[in-house]
């Protein structure tokens, strides 16, 4: 770097290479990128891979005005550029979990340049390794249980006042049953399907307004199943949604383990 | 059984409802920002900013009090939050107007 080179010392700088930073989706181990079959990053640019003695940083490069502090403080209280972000995020870690041990990095991971990267996959390289230890052969699945909502029928007007409160009562017991009944079935669930996973974790339910359904999120846990038993598990899923007809319980996946991607303390 | 309620999230098919992209974005929102290897990387985003930001969507559809009443409440125990609760508090302020602001016009907020 130190050395200058005589041909550059003529016309415009085509861009200086402070504008282009290095984005980390995830680290892999023993990943051909060609297995990605050409996937492309944010902004379309080209997946490549860094690697350190036996990890593969994918990263892409990403326009620091975008992805630079300034931009991202700005960007990421933008929901329609978050959510390109996260989902162009999310692609290339599906793509690599589908074929390696991966450990998803969160988003907004961003480096100056392919020595930067290299230089933390060295430096956390046994705890990213713990991590990849922990997942490999792993699908996390999401398992969700909500309470049925009741469409009220359009009713007759109440006749009285009593027969109005009368009325409200009976609503709101009804939705004090649903509240219990659904808590209940979550364990009976959560007992089910604890037993086939090699560890779970609680997420806080989502907001309705995200997840487009107007029941309350009871239950919201992360499973992370050994592969060889996702049909047995998928089974289970199955079964608990026969016998719990009272709760909408709605599981999802395979996800790459990102709920279990923690790096341990050093 | 001809229902096995699973589904790839990339397949968005829902087992529950018929919106599949606003269900897998808070899948999504809820993984990427709240999940994952945290590495300081050059770029020096601020997490707890990421933090904050993860409130503020939550905050953002759904009422404090309505999160209240559901039993969330997860970022008054979040030791990261906890630290800048000063920081908190102003962005809660001006997350109140914009949830005033979506609540009156109808807002980009994807509802």
């Keep these: 770097m130190a050395e200058q080179t005589a041909q550059q010392t003529t016309g415009a700088p085509a861009e200086t290479p402070a504008s282009r930073g290095r984005y980390l989706y995830a680290v892999s181990r023993g990943l051909d990128l060609d297995a990605l079959g050409g996937l492309l990053g944010l902004g379309d640019a080209d997946v490549e891979a860094v690697e350190v003695d036996g990890l593969v940083g994918l990263v892409s490069s990403v326009d620091l005005d975008e992805y630079g502090e300034e931009g991202l403080r700005h960007n990421l209280e933008r929901l329609d550029w978050l959510e390109t972000a996260a989902r162009g995020h999310d692609a290339v870690v599906q793509a690599a979990a589908a074929v390696a041990p991966t450990a998803p990095m969160r988003l907004a991971t ?47 007007p109440a006749s009285s006042g009593a027969e109005y409160l009368r009325r409200r009562q009976e609503a709101r017991q009804a939705r004090d049953d649903d509240q219990r ?16 996973a090699a560890a779970s974790r609680r997420l806080p339910p989502q907001d ?43 599981a999802r996946g395979p996800w790459p383990p990102y709920s279990f991607a923690i790096l341990e303390e050093p | ?36 290897i945290i590495i300081a990387g050059d770029i020096r985003v601020n997490l707890l900013d990421i933090e904050l930001l993860t409130v503020k969507i939550r905050l953002l559809v759904v009422s404090v009090d309505k999160a209240e009443e559901m039993g969330i409440d997860w970022w008054r125990h979040d030791p990261m939050l906890t630290v800048r609760e000063r920081g908190l508090a102003e962005e809660n302020d001006e997350l109140r107007q914009r949830v005033e602001e979506l ?9």
Excluded: C
Aim: glycine share 10%; charged share 25%.
């Design chain 2, 1 to 36: 059984m001809s229902e096995s309620g699973l589904s790839h999230p990339a397949a968005g098919v829902m087992a529950y409802q018929d919106r599949p992209n606003p269900a897998s974005l808070a899948d999504i929102l809820e993984r990427v920002l709240d999940k994952g």
């Design chain 2, 103 to 111: 609540e009156a016009g109808g807002g980009s907020g994807g509802g």
């Design chain 1, 110 to 156: 961003v480096f100056r340049d392919d020595d930067g990267v290299r230089r933390t996959l060295a430096e956390q390289h046994d705890r990213i390794s713990a991590v990849l230890d922990r997942v490999e052969g792993h699908e996390e699945w999401s398992v969700k249980v909500l309470t049925r909502t009741h469409d009220e029928p359009p009713t007759t």
């Design chain 1, 181 to 196: 009944d659904a808590h209940v079935a979550a364990e009976q669930v959560h007992d089910a399907l604890v037993g086939l």
């Design chain 1, 208 to 250: 309705p307004r995200l997840t487009g359904h107007a029941g309350t999120m009871v239950h919201n846990v992360a499973y992370l199943v050994p592969r060889d038993l996702s049909d047995a598990f998928a089974a289970a899923v199955g079964d608990l949604t026969g016998d719990h007809r009272e709760v909408l319980i709605d």
